[in-house]
T-cell receptor, first 114, second 115 residues
Framework: SQTIHQWPATLVQPVGSPLSLECTVEGTSNPNLYWYRQAAGRGLQLLFYSVGIGQISSEVPQNLSASRPQDRQFILSSKKLLLSDSGFYLC?????????????FGPGTRLTVL | AQSVTQLGSHVSVSEGALVLLRCNYSSSVPPYLFWYVQYPNQGLQLLLKYTTGATLVKGINGFEAEFKKSETSFHLTKPSAHMSDAAEYFCAVSRPSGGYQKVTFGTGTKLQVIP
């Protein structure tokens, strides 16, 4: 069966510090991968998606970046965090390109920027 | 373009009462519709989905939803609320876009179940 892991579970970082969040998927190959941010009362905002190794697309301009160094590994990074980067970050995967296929979500990372 | 509107950011029901969470969508192509549930500090879990075929869709934990094209709605219901149903519920619409699945989520409805 497939599983998705995210770490860390919680993170408190000062403004201006770097960020690295990791997501790994087990039990599937060549998944589509997604990073979402969830802010209170605003639903889920898609940040990045990837259809393959090294292929990253961004949905919104921001000071975050994403990388996919391996087929089942997805990393969210920042060189300098802003207060507005606080939120709940969710990684998800789906089988490739099927609009009727659901996305499977990881447990999330709660990021607080102080 | 596609969008999702969830009416009511908070809904309270008594234990044993009917649960009705409303979702209206907008889509320029035939929609694929989903309901997800999120428990505190956890990821989202799929409750049910509509792709094609039967418009009444049954999901996990006794939930169901009916796709009504004429009303552009996909409301979520459960006949009898249980304390364990207290969570946040997200409606979503999906369409293919450039090789990936573009999913637009609603802003969520928090369900409170009163004993």
């Amino acid at each position: 069966s497939q599983t998705i892991h995210q770490w860390p579970a919680t993170l408190v970082q000062p403004v201006g510090s770097p960020l690295s969040l990791e997501c790994t998927v087990e039990g599937t190959s060549n998944p589509n991968l997604y990073w979402y941010r969830q802010a209170a009362g605003r639903g889920l905002q898609l940040l990045f998606y990837s259809v393959g190794i090294g292929q990253i697309s961004s949905e919104v301009p921001q000071n975050l970046s994403a990388s996919r160094p391996q087929d089942r590994q997805f990393i969210l990074s920042s060189k300098k965090l802003l207060l507005s980067d606080s939120g709940f970050y969710l990684c998800a995967w789906s089988v490739a390109a099927g609009p009727g296929d659901e996305q499977f979500f990881g447990p999330g990372t709660r990021l607080t920027v102080l | 373009a596609q969008s999702v509107t969830q009416l009511g950011s908070h809904v309270s029901v008594s234990e044993g009462a009917l649960v009705l969470l409303r979702c209206n969508y907008s889509s320029s192509v035939p929609p694929y519709l989903f309901w997800y549930v999120q428990y505190p500090n956890q990821g989202l879990q799929l409750l049910l989905k509509y792709t094609t075929g039967a418009t009444l869709v049954k999901g996990i934990n006794g939930f169901e939803a009916e796709f009504k094209k004429s009303e552009t709605s996909f409301h979520l219901t459960k006949p009898s609320a249980h304390m364990s149903d207290a969570a946040e519920y997200f409606c979503a619409v999906s369409r293919p876009s450039g090789g990936y699945q573009k999913v637009t989520f609603g802003t969520g409805t928090k369900l409170q179940v009163i004993p």
